[in-house]
């Protein structure tokens, strides 16, 4: 154990000898500790000293992942564990998810169920159906077979539903995301309402029932919103509390955070906008209990999440209308989003990544670049075929065009910089003439939308910056026009192949080769393979006639092992006679003497 989780120990040393008690846990501890330092355990008397054995095995031979599991035995000691977990949060200030969270707290069952679930979520955000759709049907179908799960035992019967469970919780996912408004009135959510009680916990799939149903609600109606929210939502966030902190915990609140972004979306209201950074923080936390992968991409998944709150990036990707962003926030949003890698994120959250980077460059007026990222992020939500995103994105588009050509209708941010430094970036147009110091003026919950500061006078530009830009343009024409031309001249080009092609002659050919395997299917001689058929049918008769011959063996080995079990049973049931006539005469002999 290193030095950190040691001194967590020492820290935790007098609330650990308050609580607990290792006699209640004593078989668990016989799987981790020698069976002599157990027995001690029973030996020892009173509490306290039972405590302080404990904590010397535990400061010298168990690890901290040893110590939650002895914890977690029976749910007795759960609180101590998440008491060590909030010393560790403290100590550990970095994103890296801590290996100790995840231990001690889930079954091999589990783990399985996580993995798997969790492969099928990467199908869908990949836009990989085929395969989404692969694995789902081979579960659905073994759950619907009654023959086979009525010949599984009771355990056998709750781990299929948990499986089931997951894949029809998988599809609500796949339909959410391609936002097919049709899944509430699906049979989707009522398989996974009638699933709970063949499950291993049902209060886990009640809760996630509930959970997809608002999740359903808003998206066949928005104006369910508040209905959906009180309704469904929040009794789903009460049963987080009779749930481990664990990937579906944090599923709720990942689902409740969209719910408050969409509210926020509306009104604006910066409170709600620090709710929405309280509730990622809650669900980032509920996440890292799972083991690494999941942990790690739904934390890469929130980094982006809030990267787009704070540049005005919509749930679905739209613009947020009259959002005020601030330098703090481009400068937070890209911190965020330096911390990624783009390479391992899955298609949903490439275009997430690549839509977040071109808003940063369009707010810093470097159009070309933000037309080229916002290109990128089109091309990633139209291979997902994530309806919303692409229409989201194609608005923006539009948008970045626009401004390209001297019309903008966007907001803008505001900068408090001088000429040269504007003149040291590659800006395809300068900066705009309002000006208020975001990095030592009033903060985000302070600032007037911009349409309300009053207007300055701009400054003159001088003839040379203005040569450059009209230049500029001239070239994004001209090379546009020749993109036109080289176009039209290889359609030409097709065009005359196409009209040189012989057609005559392409149906004498094709008629040739029809007649060439024609031809080829006549050849085939019916006796050869009625004789092919005959020989195959023998080979058969002649394997049938071997395993009939090793049976009939079989058959006479067993009659007559089962003769000579016959014979020792007589042999035993003659003992058993003699014995009692043994036993008469002894009893006779006693009586004569």
Partial sequence: MDDIKCAILKELYGKILADLDPIFILPCLYEILPTKVCNKFKQIQTRTDRVHLFMKMAFNCMTLEEIFQAFSYQGAFVFLTEEILKKLKEKIQNDKVYYAIRIGLFTEHRKDLVEFRHRLKMFSLTGDQKSFDKEVNQVVSLWKNDNYRRSLPVTGRQKLADRYFFVRDAQCENIR?????????????????????????????????????????IMTDPDSHENAYRDYLEIAEQHTELVPACRETGLVFYIKYNFICLRYEKCLDKKLKQELFNIAGKAVDHFTREYEQVANDFQNIFKIKLAHLQLGIGVLGNTIENEIITEEDINDATKRLSKLNEKILSTRWKWGYYIAKSKILWLRRNLNDALKYAEIAYSHAVKGKFKKEVKGTEDFLNAVRSEMCGSSNMPTITHSTDRKEMNSQNFSQPYPTEVVDVLHGPNIRDTEPLSKLPQQQSQPLNNFQLILDAINQIDRKLSKL?????????????????????????????????????????????????????????????????????????????????????????????????IEKLVVENKELKQTI
């Avoid at 080769?513 to 001689?525: F, G, P, R, T």
């Fill in 177 to 217: 995301l391609r936002y097919e408004e049709t899944l509430k009135n699906t049979d989707v959510l009522r398989e996974i309402e009638e699933i709970a009680k063949f499950s291993t916990n049902p209060i886990l799939i009640d809760m996630m029932y509930l959970a997809r149903k608002a999740s359903a609600m």
């Fill in 482 to 578: 020749d993109m036109l031309d080289e176009i039209s001249a290889r359609i030409s080009v097709l065009e005359t192949q196409i009209d040189n092609i012989n057609k005559p002659d392409m149906l004498d050919y094709l008629s040739a080769k029809m007649s060439a395997l024609e031809s080829q299917v006549n050849k085939i001689s019916k006796l050869d393979m009625l004789n092919s058929l005959s020989d195959r049918m023998t080979a058969i008769k002649s394997q049938v006639d071997n395993i009939t011959r090793e049976m009939t063996s079989f058959k006479q080995e067993f009659n007559e092992k089962f003769e000579r079990f016959a014979c020792v049973e007589r042999r035993l049931a003659s003992l058993e006679n003699e």
